[in-house]
C-alpha cells in the first residue's frame, strides 16, 4: 500500500469515527514510528480540521462528509 492510499484511508478513518488514537493507526497499518510520524504530519499540515488531541490521537473537527437524508414535505 501507498503512503497516499494510507493517508485516504486514515482521513476517511477519522472523518468517520470523529477521532482515532496514534496506536490505533499504527495498528490497523502496520506502521514503523516514522512511517506514524510522517502521517500524523501530513494530516495535521494538509488539513485544518484535523487537531491533535493531547498527544494521544488525531480529532476531526470539521463537517462529518456524511450528506444527510433528503426531508421532504408532507404531502398536502
Given at each position: ?12 478513518i ?19 514510528e ?12 494538509a ?5 491533535d488531541?493531547?498527544?494521544?490521537g488525531?480529532?476531526?473537527?470539521g ?6 437524508p ?7
Amino acid at each position: 500500500m501507498t503512503f497516499e492510499e494510507i493517508l485516504d484511508q486514515a482521513l476517511a478513518i477519522l472523518q468517520r469515527r470523529g477521532r482515532v488514537t496514534y496506536r490505533a493507526l499504527q495498528r490497523q497499518f502496520q506502521l514503523e514510528e516514522d512511517v506514524l510520524t510522517d502521517l500524523k504530519d501530513e494530516l495535521l499540515y494538509a488539513y485544518p480540521e484535523v487537531r491533535d488531541d493531547a498527544g494521544r490521537g488525531l480529532v476531526w473537527t470539521g463537517d462529518s462528509g456524511i450528506t444527510p437524508p433528503v426531508t421532504l414535505p408532507p404531502a398536502s
